[in-house]
């Protein structure tokens, strides 16, 4: 949606940065007859602030703030990419009601921890430092179990010692924890696995169904397996759920995944349209300096 709402904004805005180029040079020579004292630096100075003072008010419905909320407005929840009976896509959900969609929520960035700013970017980090060297596949087979060794919840509570938090309780519910560690490991295996190698000239292209397949039903086992080692049995709560299962995993995966899919794609026509802008600008240039336009 925001990549939608950038390319209709870059597109007005490029109309009417057009359209003021024309006034400016429209306005020039009848402005100079009337305002013979001003020299020409100080009359395009005078028709820009002018043009520029219209604008202000007429951009305001175009503005990317407007344009995200009337793109908004206009979509509406497919159903037939929802599971039944609940309706899992909700930014509002909530993880007493409908934990699923509240971790689908934190997993598309529509949602946050109920937690300081300050804290979610200590929790953040900890989960990384922790599952990174594991995703990044730099931790060999056979230090596994030594790396992985007590509770992540024990770890943070270390660190959280070793912190400048240390002093003040520990107000990260393992709740919280679980949650942040579910969605790290979402959003990075899908960033690292949802793509094939790079190809020159075309980058990384989105996995095939089967391999697509193939990689989520790992994910969901995988997750639930670490879940299993790194939080004690009560600790593995979720909202309603007495633990986040395989399915559970694999449904925030793939709506995860094709937001990823759809985002390069829309990022991939904005490259193409700036690049083909850039060459009919250039060309235009050309034809300037050599006295053609």
């Not at 159903?79 to 993880?95: F, N």
């Not at 409908?98 to 997993?107: Q, S, T």
């Not at 949650?179 to 989105?206: D, E, S, W």
Request: hydrophobic share 40%; proline share 5%; aromatic share 8%.
């Amino acid at each position: 949606m925001r990549a939608h709402a950038l390319t209709v904004h870059r597109t007005l805005k490029g109309a009417m940065d057009d359209v003021e180029r024309q006034f400016r040079e429209g306005m020039k020579p009848l402005l100079a007859g009337k305002l013979p004292a001003l020299d020409e630096t100080s009359l395009i100075a005078l028709i820009t602030a002018c043009i520029k003072a219209f604008r202000i008010g007429f951009d305001r419905p175009w503005a990317i703030a407007a344009l995200e909320k009337q793109l908004e407005g206009s979509m509406s929840p497919d159903p037939a990419s929802q599971p039944e009976p609940s309706r899992l896509v909700r930014c509002s959900s909530s993880i007493t009601t409908d934990p699923v969609g509240y971790l689908l929520g934190l997993v598309l960035g529509s949602a946050e921890l109920p937690v300081r700013e300050e804290i979610r970017a200590f929790l953040a980090s900890q989960v990384a430092f922790y599952l990174d060297p594991f995703i990044d596949g730099e931790v060999p087979a056979s230090q596994y179990l030594g790396r992985s060794s007590g509770t992540f919840m024990a770890r943070l509570e270390a660190a959280w010692a070793a912190s400048e938090f240390a002093g003040s309780p520990m107000d990260i519910t393992p709740e919280a924890a679980l949650a942040q560690y579910a969605t790290h490991v979402i959003c990075k295996m899908n960033a690292c696995f949802g793509f094939g190698a790079h190809q020159p000239g075309l980058g990384r292209q989105p996995a095939t169904d089967g391999e697509s397949n193939r990689y989520f039903e790992q994910l969901g086992k995988a997750l639930v397996s670490a879940i299993a080692r790194d939080f004690d049995e009560a600790d593995r709560k979720f909202g309603s759920l007495k633990a986040l299962e395989s399915g559970h995993i694999v449904h925030v995966g793939r709506v995860h995944l094709s937001g990823l899919v759809l985002y390069q794609s829309e990022l991939g026509n904005a490259l193409a349209n700036a690049n083909r802008e850039g060459e009919e600008a250039r060309r235009e240039e050309r034809m300037r300096i050599w006295g053609y336009a």
